[in-house]
Nanobody, 122 residues
Framework: QLQASGGGLVQAGGSLSLSCAASGRTFSSTNVGWFRQAPGKEREFVAAITWRGSYAYYADSVKGRFTISRDSAKNTVYLQMISLKPEDTAVYYC?????????????????WGQGTLVTVSS
């Protein structure tokens, strides 16, 4: 199971760090992604990291502001978010299991966490 945490309320320009911890399985050999879903909108890709942490991928809307990383020893993937904007407000989900060719797609992932709410006030 995947457990996302770290969401909260922050002012525009602020920062938050999200965590995605795995229990009952290991992240060590799986690609992991972060997605988000804003109210009334479809779920969208945010960032992903390959299983060795060698490569990271980002949506254009978060490049330069978000950083994805992983700590295999802690079986946890992180999403560091800075310079947050009101349009970053969403429920953020972590997911695991996508093959590299589908690492930025929703359908590529077969395991999903429950989501954590990030609210950015203007």
């Amino acid at each position: 199971q995947l457990q996302a945490s770290g969401g909260g309320l922050v002012q525009a320009g602020g920062s938050l760090s999200l965590s995605c911890a795995a229990s009952g399985r290991t992240f060590s050999s799986t690609n992991v992604g972060w997605f988000r879903q804003a109210p009334g909108k479809e779920r969208e890709f945010v960032a992903a990291i390959t299983w060795r942490g060698s490569y990271a991928y980002y949506a254009d809307s978060v490049k330069g502001r978000f950083t994805i990383s992983r700590d295999s020893a802690k079986n946890t993937v992180y999403l560091q978010m800075i310079s947050l904007k009101p349009e970053d407000t969403a429920v953020y989900y972590c997911a695991a299991g996508a093959p590299l060719v589908q690492i930025a797609t929703i359908r590529g992932y077969d395991h999903w966490g429950q989501g954590t709410l990030v609210t950015v006030s203007s």
